[in-house]
């Protein structure tokens, strides 16, 4: 108990009565008990009553040294106390388990295939007659005209693509020898009426009954090319949708198993319903826009790589939702 002893002989000395100071001592050490002669804190001296004059400036003492404090504070830390060691209980929280990290990689995975799919230039492809090779997007033509083998029918293809691909705001390029030219559907659909009835014009011999039909031709020809620019519009503005959805799903999904809990449970703890929705947006965007295509039976057009691309995002996105349900199924079981 000598260290018990050293405390309650620190405490009188500090200024503290020897009550308090066994009662704190008591507080570390309960069974303690004041060895006898233990130093007693005196009571403070009563001040006798003097003249102020007998009073030198000098002789002034601190009031913290003629009595204890009234606002008795706890003993300080840096008095020797003892230290009960005790065991704190360790939790080992499980991480993010195979499943919960196979649906990341899932969503994350739909996320840049819908991104893709977005901007891929081929969702239709097609061979014409004589070698031109046709791609559509969503909103985007390519036109190919590498396939054709003879010189001539080479040129005129160059210069007919060069004219279709030009926007209607600027002037189409003269003697191109590019083979492959982009442009925007909306435009090649305008550009393709413009050529037709100066074609038809000139061809005519001024015939005016000539130039009538051909302009009306061009303009049902137009009217039924701008059905696939609507189509395109409808599908990639629900792909936009889907892809928003997944990119929102992903993020739920990250936060919470890297430790960031800046969102609310009861989201993240539904967000699988979000990863499936987002499937089925993107999957339903595909459907829009092929449901939306002119019925053209003679079409030599086909689905191609943007198409399936789309198509596998969305069913990624599915399948996350599905892992992220039989993930909380195994937790709870």
């Known amino acids: 108990m000598a260290d018990a002893q050293s405390y309650h002989d620190g405490l009188v000395a500090q200024g503290y009565s020897a009550d308090q100071a066994l009662a704190y001592t008591r507080q570390y050490y309960p069974d303690f008990t004041p060895a ?13 009553a003097v003249q102020p004059a007998a009073v030198a400036p000098a002789a002034a003492q601190p009031m913290a040294q003629t009595m204890p404090a009234q606002a008795m504070p706890q003993p300080l830390a840096t008095q020797t106390m003892p230290t009960q060691a005790t065991a704190q209980p360790t939790v080992t929280g499980e991480g993010p388990s195979m499943l919960g990290w196979g ?3 899932l969503i994350a995975m739909a996320l840049l295939l819908s991104m893709v799919a977005q901007f891929n230039g081929a969702w239709l492809t097609g061979d014409v007659e004589g070698g031109l090779q046709i791609s559509s997007g969503l909103s985007s033509v390519t036109y190919d005209c590498s396939g054709i083998g003879e010189e001539a ?60 039909e051909a302009t009306s031709a061009a303009a049902d020809a137009k009217a039924e090319c701008m059905i696939s620019v609507e189509a395109g519009s409808k599908g990639g503005t629900w792909l936009w949708i889907g892809t928003v959805l997944a990119l929102v799903c992903t993020v ?25 929705l987002a499937g089925v947006v993107i999957v339903l965007a595909v459907l829009l826009w092929r449901s939306a295509l002119p019925d053209d039976p003679d079409s030599v057009m086909g689905a191609s790589i943007g198409v399936y691309i789309a198509v596998v995002a969305g069913i990624m996105a599915i399948a996350s939702g599905v892992l992220e349900v039989l993930d909380g199924r195994s937790g709870q079981a």
């Open 103 to 105: 649906a990341v990689g």
């Open 252 to 276: 739920m999904a990250v936060l919470p198993k890297v430790g960031v809990d800046a969102i609310p449970s009861v989201v993240t703890d539904n967000a699988r319903w979000g990863n499936m």
């Open 36 to 48: 006898a002669g233990a130093p007693v804190a005196a009571a403070p001296a009563m001040p006798e």
């Open 153 to 212: 029918n080479q040129s005129i293809c160059i210069s007919s693509s060069a004219y279709l691909s030009t926007p209607m705001d600027e002037t189409p390029p003269e003697n191109s020898t590019e083979m492959v030219h982009k442009g925007t559907q909306a435009g090649a659909c305008d550009r393709f009426e413009e050529l037709t009835v100066n074609m038809a014009t000139a061809l005519s011999g001024g015939n005016q009954t000539v130039i009538d």
